[in-house]
């Protein structure tokens, strides 16, 4: 099981989330790079959650924009697989 310093360490190689705009690079690279940028947002989701049921209005809606960014990663991937 990969922790979470790993996925912070692939953010940390790619920049920070760039809500869907992806650099020219490969083609192999570019899914590879969303993959990881994805891992990286589900993990910063998971620290929101807590907050979020105490009622912490930030961070509820720093988990909507995560969620929002999160799918339009997984629908580029699915599109790019289609």
Known sequence: MATSSKYHQLLSDYGLPSLGYTQ??????????????????????RKEIRPTYAGSKCATERLKRGVIHARSLVWECVAEKE
């Open 24 to 45: 020219a690079t490969g083609n192999s690279q570019v899914p590879q790079r969303k993959h990881a940028e994805l891992l990286a947002i589900i993990e910063e989701l």
